[in-house]
């Protein structure tokens, strides 16, 4: 028997069967279930409120790809050998709620580019280049036409920083600068922090030359003053300044 807008007291039933509507609603405590993205829906008496399970659906993709509504809360996979494109749609156009969440995850060679519409802002430091394959990005929709993207720690975006010091021997890909073996983890800085180190490293290189030019004269100046140690007088006294300084020197 099929009861409608019925009111229970006390009822008792044996296994039963409950059958949710397919079209959502907003009002609040309605319950319906989006057979498409498989989601439980809540209404809250302002909007429709998606409940999922804890397993992440997929959407493959093997070429630039524009984001549709049926991608919220979806893990989006670019795989691609060639450089492409993610784009993010107006809301006029593609109406994600506010605080849609879509993760986007680069499976090929292909770097991954996460490009706006215009009118859409995408608030992202430092960029919106996928750093490598196997990277990725969460979008996190904060307004209208605003998103947040956050890049996960493996995906912080670097470029390459011609380096001002001299070109060390060629090394495999993911070697060791120092032994030419592969080494056991890959490094990326960001250009930032390659450009203060390359700096730190010049300072550092700069400072051992200026020592080492002292050293070669302090070194002269003590085999001048060696030759006259046993005379005394001024030669004597410079022989013993001029060791007294070496020996600064070399605790530097």
Known sequence: ETFTNKTFTSPVTNTPTLTLS???????????????????????????????????????QVASYTLVLADKDKLVEVSNASANTLTVPLNSSVAFPVGTQITI?????GQ????????????????LKL??????????????????AVLRFDGPVCRPVPSRRKAAPATPAGGDERTGRPSSRSRCLLVQEQ??????????????????RLLDDLLDLR?????????GGEHGQLA???AGELGLV???
């Open 131 to 148: 750093r490598a394959q196997w990277s990725s990005v969460t979008l996190i929709k904060r307004a209208t036409d605003t998103m947040g």
């Open 240 to 242: 013993r300044h001029v």
């Open 223 to 231: 085999a001048v003053g060696e030759t006259n140690w046993s005379a």
């Open 250 to 252: 070399l605790e530097e």
């Open 112 to 127: 991954t580019t996460i490009t706006a519409t215009g009118g859409v802002t995408i608030n992202a430091t430092p960029g």
């Open 195 to 212: 450009i203060a180190l390359d700096q730190l490293v010049d300072d550092a290189a700069n400072a051992v030359i200026a020592a080492a």
């Open 105 to 109: 995850l680069q499976t090929g060679a």
């Open 22 to 60: 397919t079209t959502s609603s907003t009002t609040d405590a309605r319950l319906s279930w989006d057979s498409t993205n498989k989601k439980l829906q809540v209404g809250n008496g302002t909007i429709s409120l998606d409940f999922a399970s804890s397993n992440v659906i997929t959407n493959a």
